[in-house]
């Protein structure tokens, strides 16, 4: 059933997604040239709002659940599991007061409207996959960023999607490289679940009516710890999470 509805709902969605694109694309630009930094930002959450609120059109339910008061002047590091392109809208507009910036390929920031322009202009690292030096040159540039703005982070230290939900190894690099630049950020996991459901059947039909849930687990001081560690941790906590989640159904 969820894949027959799919074959129904998935056309409106992408029109409803689409048109949200093209008509920001322009409001971003509007909205960095007359008003800087901080209006740019303001349009790029409305506009996550928006695609969030596109998840609806094909029945799923979102929850996103923090039960912790998060520090607004100091910088964070979110790290996450990722399953599908659609992790991130929730991301940018429940996490919109800490300024989170995405770690990126460098790919993303041509020919997509809205998200390009976002990904040039607001701030995220792009990194070419291919050019280890690049890499590291752009991580370094955004940890600059966020100590100069008290801005933070979102990096998925899988690499790369899981598309069934189960959960790749963490790499330690570009959390190292953060956390040697950035000492003072707080490390905080993210379990992301259902997500992946969504687009199981690939990019048509979508799949109609799953559950997707965004939990932030407790936050990780880095003091006294080595990267490794952290990331083991973050890793962990996110294994366990998705584990029990599981286990209750």
Request: aromatic content about 12%.
């Amino acid at each position: 059933m969820n894949k027959l509805l799919g074959y129904v709902f998935t056309p409106i969605h992408y029109i409803f997604w689409g048109i949200l694109l093209l008509v920001f694309h322009p409001v971003q630009y509007l909205a960095l040239k007359l008003g800087g930094y901080h209006a740019h930002k303001r349009s790029v959450d409305l506009l996550n709002f928006f695609l969030v609120a596109s998840y609806y059109i094909m029945g799923c339910r979102v929850s996103f659940r923090n039960r912790f008061r998060l520090p607004t002047d100091r910088s964070i590091i979110f790290i996450a599991n990722h399953q599908s392109l659609y992790d991130i809208p929730p991301m940018i507009w429940f996490l919109r007061k800490h300024h989170a910036k995405f770690i990126s390929k460098i790919e993303l920031t041509r020919g997509i409207p809205s998200i390009s322009f976002n990904l040039k202009y607001g701030g995220a690292a792009n990194i070419d996959r291919k050019d280890p030096k690049q890499a590291i040159g752009e991580i370094l540039k955004l940890a600059q960023r966020m100590k100069t703005n008290t801005w933070s982070t979102v990096i998925f230290p899988e690499g790369t999607r899981s598309r069934t939900g189960q959960l790749k190894p963490f790499a330690v690099g570009g959390i190292a490289t953060l956390l040697k630049k950035v000492p003072g950020a707080l490390v905080v996991p993210v379990a992301i679940d259902g997500a992946w459901k969504m687009v199981q059947y690939g990019k048509f039909p979508l799949s109609f009516g799953e559950k997707m849930s965004w939990t932030v687990l407790d936050p990780i001081e880095p003091e006294g710890l080595t990267p490794d560690e952290v990331v083991s941790a973050g890793e962990q906590a996110i294994r366990k999470h998705l584990g029990q989640l599981h286990d209750s159904l």
